[in-house]
């Protein structure tokens, strides 16, 4: 069993950033997959970014694509969601989440969550 804590979400102005982290309780943190989601009301949850294990391999939706960096610290179990030039439309629960097995970005393919953290971005 994995346990993953967000933190470091908030409300930011337009423009702004923030960095999200996502601290794991597991002593086998490099055998998984990581990933962030995000899910605003009314609305599937969707993928942000994700890491491979150990090579740092990475993936993000294009709506992130060169604002946000996705990150990892095998040596302390934490993932880290680095978000710049934010805008209103990523102000959304965010969600760490950790899977064995691939590099993917259903949410079905991830075994364990957190339980969310806000961003809210104002314009």
């Known amino acids: 069993q994995v346990q993953l804590v967000e933190s470091g979400g908030g409300l930011v102005q337009a423009g702004g950033s923030l960095r999200l982290s996502c601290a794991a309780s597991?002593?086998?943190?490099?055998?998984?997959?990581m990933a962030w989601f995000r899910q605003v009301p009314g609305k599937e949850r969707e993928f942000v970014a994700a890491i491979s294990r150990s090579i740092g391999r990475t993936d993000y939706a294009d709506s992130v694509k060169g604002r946000f960096t996705i990150s990892r610290d095998n040596a302390n179990p934490t993932v880290y969601l680095q978000m710049n030039t934010l805008k209103p439309e990523d102000t959304a629960v965010y969600y760490c989440a950790a899977d064995r097995t691939r590099l993917g970005r259903s949410q079905l393919e991830y075994d364990y969550w957190g339980q969310g953290i806000q961003v809210t971005v104002s314009s």
């Open positions: 597991t002593r086998t943190w490099s055998t998984y997959y």
